[in-house]
């Protein structure tokens, strides 16, 4: 025991011993005089042109270093400099193997960091350049370093604590030669106080950082309290309040405020980590959620809820400087929210009770995000949304114009606002979805249509993009429609199938154009191909058929029995003394078959059932030229009109009135069609025929009728003389 007592002795009177050497050291050793050494060692190092204007100051207890007024130079510039240095470290806890800082204060610092033209950093000149062993030495003396360090990982967990932390005006310049890029930091300030592994502290930063390319502020100022543990894997957040006011050029010169707040947490041994109470703003969008995940993998699993609380969209655009969007209703996106809950297995982010509001219009549903393949699920359901109050105001008559579609002069397809024609479907994209959606709307108008109870399901795989279904209601009828597209080539294939059921014309065609040339029940069949990705080659490479058939309508705007009468009138060598003779022409059972040859529209097979008459007719329409081209004929089968100069003799019927529909039907459809005066000697022909036909008949008639009265004649002969022989 007593042994033991004396080595303890012994210990203790040799670190009093060295503790006395040192603080005679202190007291005795001026570092300043040492300048010219430490400089002189920094230079024979490295690169640095080291100068210590100001005192070099040390302590004992606590034990303490203070630098003044250092600068260092990297040929010839000022590489890094610091007005103060002041780092003290109790000198007990060292020896008790729990090192406590008292005192750490940084002030002043400016240092200078700068890309060349070729772009390489000055930093990396700091160092001389090594000859190829040395630098394979001094490689395989870091790693076995490295080894040594993560052997000793597993020890006991350090008991490191920090009483007052301070960083002032400090500042960073950052430039690169080869982009003209410049970044600034400065007025960084960082205080943080009772820093103790295992309990809470407080931290404050502020800083201003500026850009040149775009020119951007920002002024930002954080605090918050922070908490790590003593194996530092666990780490938290509490009482987050930071703020950033920024400004230039992405904000159009406007200054925006961005605010984060709330608390987090992360556990790194155990990969869990968690947003509580989390709030983002930027201007006049909030943001908030409640979030938990757990493994930072490929397979993290996620539970919470995310919320984006009622903004206005075109104020947002105008707090951030952007430009404002031009709406036909001014009152449009005003009202946009968003709200979810999240879930779902590990790998996979699930939306549940999904709910997008916009404006009037609400959406509920649910979605899902599949980590390992991209896959987005959406099922969403709306109630009514007028997409035409989100649209453009209609543009001036001139400017409308102006923005038809042209060929350059150098013979390149454009656009309707005159740019260069562009590719409409982004196919590297397209090949990567993998999607599944399904959308439904109660309502929906678009293009002054209104179309209820929409569904639309969607698919897309390995670049083949199928609409599976587009279905609704549609002005008393019904409509169905399938497109798929082939992205899988750079020529894009696309097959498109539709039928409409009794959708009626009249109110369909003067809501869309405003025009109330044709009433009736459409039903039409779309069966069509095409190939392409702008819009000029999809329509000249479009292949197909389109049948229709309307059921009792009638053309407005038109009366196709006055042109027929017309055409009788002649004729018959009379004139027509009805003056009302109405604007319209009902018709029963129009039907035909619409051929699609490119931009060009075939139809050899147009028939329809009129009073007293058979329209039939053939012609091209072609949809590039918004031209029409029809050659119609009024058969005429039965009684056509009351007017005695109409009237239906055995020379007109069967007869053909020819009626011509030419024109550009964009602009007055109403003046399509007229009498076909040319095509009226085919008509006469006809006619002419009939005439002789009756005329044959009538003579047949008169001969036939003449040699039945002599037959009389004789009979009665031969029975009289048979009488007289009888009563003589």
Not at 187 to 195: D, G, H, L, P, R
Not at 197 to 202: I, N, W
């Amino acid at each position: 025991m007593k042994a033991v007592r004396y080595v303890l002795i012994a210990i203790v009177a040799l670190i009093v011993l060295a503790v006395a050497a040192v603080a005679i050291a202190m007291a005795v050793i001026n570092p300043n005089d040492y300048k010219p050494q430490i400089e002189k060692a920094v230079e024979d190092a490295t690169n640095l042109d080291l100068v210590l204007q100001g005192d070099i100051g040390w302590s004992f207890i606590p034990l303490g270093l203070e630098l003044n007024s250092v600068e260092a130079s990297l040929e010839g510039d000022r590489f890094v400099a610091l007005e103060q240095l002041v780092a003290q470290i109790d000198f007990w806890s060292l020896i008790a193997m729990a090192p406590r800082v008292n005192t750490f204060v940084l002030d002043g610092l400016d240092a200078r960091l700068e890309v060349d033209e070729q772009g390489n950093g000055n930093w990396t000149r700091i160092m001389p350049e090594k000859a190829a062993g040395e630098a394979a030495a001094e490689t395989a003396g870091t790693q076995d370093e490295q080894a040594q360090e993560d052997q000793g990982a597993g020890g006991e967990p350090l008991n490191f604590n920090v009483e007052n932390v301070q960083i002032s005006n400090a500042q960073v310049h950052y430039t690169d030669k080869s982009t003209g890029q410049s970044v600034t930091l400065e007025n960084f300030t960082v205080n943080a106080s009772n820093i103790t592994l295992g309990s809470e502290f407080p931290l404050e930063i502020g800083f201003r950082v500026a850009t040149t390319q775009p020119t951007f502020e920002v002024d930002g100022s954080v605090s918050a309290r922070l908490a790590a543990n003593e194996a530092l894997n666990e780490f938290a957040v509490s009482g987050l309040n930071a703020v950033f006011d920024m400004t230039g050029e992405p904000f159009g010169g406007k200054e925006v405020t961005a605010e984060l707040g709330g608390s987090a947490k992360a556990n790194l041994e155990n990969e869990t980590a968690n947003l509580s109470g989390f709030t983002a703003s930027l201007a006049n969008l909030n943001l908030s959620t409640d979030l938990n995940v757990s493994g930072f993998g490929d397979k993290p699993t996620l539970s919470g809820k995310v919320s984006i609380a009622e903004f206005s969209l075109k104020d947002l655009l105008n707090n951030l400087g952007q430009p404002a969007v031009e709406t036909s209703d001014p009152d449009v996106l005003e009202a946009i929210a968003f709200s979810t809950n999240i879930g779902g297995p590990a790998g996979k982010v699930e939306l549940t009770d999904l709910t997008i509001k916009l404006d009037d219009t609400t959406f509920n549903g649910s979605g899902s995000y599949n980590l390992a393949d991209t896959g987005v699920v959406f099922r969403l359901q709306g109630d009514q949304l007028n997409a035409d109050r989100y649209l453009p105001p209609e543009a001036e008559e001139g400017a409308a114009n102006a923005d038809s579609e042209t060929t350059s002069a150098e013979g390149q397809q454009t656009a309707g606002n005159g740019a260069p024609e562009t590719d409409l479907l982004p196919l590297e994209t397209l090949r990567s979805l993998l999607l599944d959606i399904d959308l439904g709307l109660g309502q929906l108008i678009v293009s002054n249509l209104t179309i209820n109870e929409i569904k639309a399901s969607t698919t897309a795989k390995n670049g083949l993009l199928k609409v599976d279904e587009f279905s609704g209601k549609l002005y008393e009828g019904s409509f169905g429609a399938n497109v798929t597209i082939d992205a899988r080539s750079d020529n894009p294939k696309w097959t498109i199938g539709s039928d409409v059921t009794n959708v009626q014309t009249l109110p369909l065609l003067t809501d869309l154009a405003e025009v109330d040339m044709l009433a009736g029940g459409a039903n039409l069949k779309v069966n069509a191909t095409t190939t392409g990705n702008r819009i000029s080659a999809l329509r000249g490479n479009a292949d197909g058929q389109i049948s229709f058939n309307l059921a009792k309508g009638e053309f407005r705007r038109m009366n196709l029995t006055r042109m027929a009468c017309q055409g009788i009138a002649l004729v018959n060598q009379d004139e027509l003394t009805t003056t009302d003779w109405g604007t319209s022409t009902p018709f029963n059972d129009m039907r035909g078959t619409l051929d699609i040859n490119g931009n060009t529209l075939n139809n050899t097979d147009l028939v329809a059932a009129l009073a007293g008459m058979r329209l039939e007719g053939n012609g091209t329409v072609d949809m590039a030229q918004s031209q029409l081209d029809y050659e119609v004929g009024l058969r005429v089968v039965g009684e056509i009109h009351r007017d005695n100069a109409c009237r239906v003799t055995e020379y007109v019927e069967n007869a053909v009135i020819p009626v011509e529909c030419r024109g550009n039907f964009a602009e007055d459809p109403a003046g399509l069609c007229s009498f076909d005066g040319s095509r009226f000697r085919d008509t006469l022909k006809t006619i002419a025929e009939n005439a002789a036909k009756a005329k044959a008949r009538e003579e047949v008639d008169k001969a036939k009728t003449k040699a039945e009265e002599k037959v009389k004649e004789k009979v009665q002969e031969q029975i009289g003389d048979k009488l007289k022989g009888l009563f003589n």
